[in-house]
């Protein structure tokens, strides 16, 4: 695993190996609990790996207490369009 995965342009590495479901599910338990719950709004770009991430995280907001909204493959502006319009506390693209 890479030293640094967290910076400010998000979560980056090799999917599979340093982002591995593992690692999403836990990111969205702790997505969750510090959110207490609520409802998420979440999407993937273009890459292969998405549609697999995108079950990953819902798994673990599910597992920590959050409703799922998966808006699929989406650009980001969109999925932030969704936050507002759902009424929805938060998302992850």
Do not use: C
Request: aromatic share 4%; net charge negative.
């Amino acid at each position: 695993m890479k030293p640094k995965l967290f910076g400010s342009s998000g979560i980056r590495g090799l999917a599979n190996k340093d982002i591995t479901t593992t690692l999403a599910q836990h990111v969205g338990a702790a997505i969750a609990t510090m959110n207490q719950g609520g409802q998420i709004v979440v999407g993937y770009d273009a890459r292969i790996s998405g549609p697999m991430l995108e079950m990953a995280l819902s798994s673990g907001l599910n597992a920590a207490g959050a409703d799922v909204i998966q808006v699929g493959l989406v650009p980001t502006p969109v999925t932030a369009w969704m936050i507002v319009e759902t009424g929805s506390d938060a998302g992850v693209e």
